[in-house]
């Protein structure tokens, strides 16, 4: 059995007469068109690589139990050799495979993605790098998601982690041809 996936990846549209003034310093989880934000996004090349990822959960209120709803979280992660494949629109520097969702009332997100590699010469960790806004609040960036068949995360560095209260680690598992982790978010307070 074959899943075939059709997914466009959201994409900026602010022309470059539109510019914020803070365009150039802010942050690029607002280099996104709000008409085309919604629960479900892919990065861009996810059809052409051979690791497909699908990642998926629920983002909670800081009660841990409450589905918030219109949250905009933000992914930006290297390419399958571990290099951050960057790109310039309107004179800004981006990187290429990244990805916006706003949660639906009942909090849910998916993206569509592919397993970073990693330079093995640095022994750094596969990663993607998550960023998140809820309505009315400042945006801030959230640990790393780690992949837990990553060589390089070794059980040391697993215990830092487990010391330090960070549990970013992805378990992905095939279903259907296509790798699948589900991750929930409990928003700050």
């Known amino acids: 059995m074959s899943v075939n996936f059709t997914l466009i990846a959201q994409e900026t549209t602010i022309a470059s007469n539109d510019l914020p003034a803070d365009y150039l310093k802010r942050s690029a989880l607002y280099d996104y068109s709000e008409s085309q934000l919604n629960n479900t996004d892919s990065i861009p090349d996810f059809e052409s690589k051979s690791n497909k990822l699908k990642i998926t959960g629920t983002i909670y209120l800081s009660d841990g139990k409450t589905p918030a709803k219109d949250v905009i979280l933000y992914i930006e992660q290297p390419d399958e050799n571990g290099d951050y494949e960057l790109k310039t629109e309107n004179n800004k520097r981006y990187v290429h495979h990244r990805g916006w969702i706003k949660t639906n009332a009942d909090g849910q997100y998916t993206f569509y993605t592919f397993i ?50 960070i549990d970013t680690i992805l378990k992905p598992i095939m279903k ?14």
């Open 116 to 165: 970073p590699g990693q330079v093995l010469r640095y022994k750094e960790l596969k990663h993607i790098h998550p960023v998140i806004k809820a309505p009315g609040q400042p945006e801030y960036d959230m640990d790393a998601l780690l992949f837990d068949n990553d060589p390089f995360l070794s059980k040391s560095c697993r215990k830092r982690l487990a010391k330090r209260g």
């Open 176 to 189: 259907d041809n296509l790798l699948v982790a589900t991750r929930d978010i409990v928003l700050q307070q």
